[in-house]
Antibody, heavy 120, light 107 residues
Framework: QVQLQESGPGLVKPSETLSLTCTVS????????WTWIRQPPGKGLEWIGY???????NYNPSLKSRVTISVDTSKNQFSLKLSSVTAADTAVYYC??????????????WGQGTLVSVSS | EIVLTQSPATLSLSPGERATLSCRAS??????LAWYQHKPGQAPRLLIY???KRATGIPARFRGSGSGTDFTLTISSLEPEDFAVYYC?????????FGQGTKVEIK
């Protein structure tokens, strides 16, 4: 059974860079589009972007200038960096994996989510 | 970006009743629509993908239907564990987008 677990600081200062890692267990990182999704308090879900095992990426245009997603296949991990954060970036951040062959949907596996607050 | 509008925002029902949730897209998404169940403090759970295909392990009481711009998630008889927030999500147009959710609460 595939399991995903997010890790990283729960508090980030404004203008700094948010950094999270997702560790994948129970399956290979190869062949899938590893995705980050977030949910601000009281709001809906927002797709942030994905990375394929080859390293190719695709980001939400609303965040593209600030987002970097990377992968470390040797550690079965992928990571999110979001720069120049503001209070609007406060959210629960999820890592997720779509079903095989899907890039942008059918997110079959999710992490539990981690709350990141942006505050001084 | 395609906007998905879910209705109603809240549905108050009793166990055993039928739940009908709606998701309307601002333009056609063909059948590229998924439904997720989300409970507080838990990971979202994929219920339905490609409008009507049940994900692995999802009970038959969950049924998805629709195409184009209008979609429905039907829960035929609510079980106590079904009270949650439900989101629709489209993957037809980039970037993928989610609806704002429908909360199914116990009446």
């Amino acid at each position: 059974q595939v399991q995903l677990q997010e890790s990283g600081p729960g508090l980030v200062k404004p203008s700094e860079t948010l950094s999270l890692t997702c560790t994948v267990s129970g399956g290979s990182i190869s062949g899938y589009y590893w995705t980050w999704i977030r949910q601000p308090p009281g709001k809906g879900l927002e797709w942030i972007g994905y990375i394929y095992d080859s390293g190719s990426t695709n980001y939400n245009p609303s965040l593209k200038s600030r987002v970097t997603i990377s992968v470390d296949t040797s550690k079965n991990q992928f990571s999110l960096k979001l720069s120049s954060v503001t209070a609007a970036d406060t959210a629960v951040y999820y890592c997720a994996r779509p079903s095989y062959g899907y890039r942008f949907g059918a997110f079959e596996y999710w992490g539990q989510g981690t709350l990141v607050s942006v505050s001084s | 970006e395609i906007v998905l509008t879910q209705s109603p925002a809240t549905l108050s029902l009793s166990p055993g009743e039928r739940a009908t949730l709606s998701c309307r897209a601002s333009q056609s998404v063909s059948n590229y629509l998924a439904w997720y169940q989300h409970k507080p403090g838990q990971a979202p759970r994929l219920l339905i993908y490609d409008a009507s295909k049940r994900a692995t392990g999802i009970p038959a009481r969950f049924r998805g239907s629709g195409s184009g711009t209008d979609f429905t998630l039907t829960i035929s008889s609510l079980e106590p564990e079904d009270f949650a927030v439900y989101y629709c999500q489209q993957r037809h147009n980039w970037p993928p987008s989610f609806g704002q959710g429908t909360k199914v609460e116990i009446k």
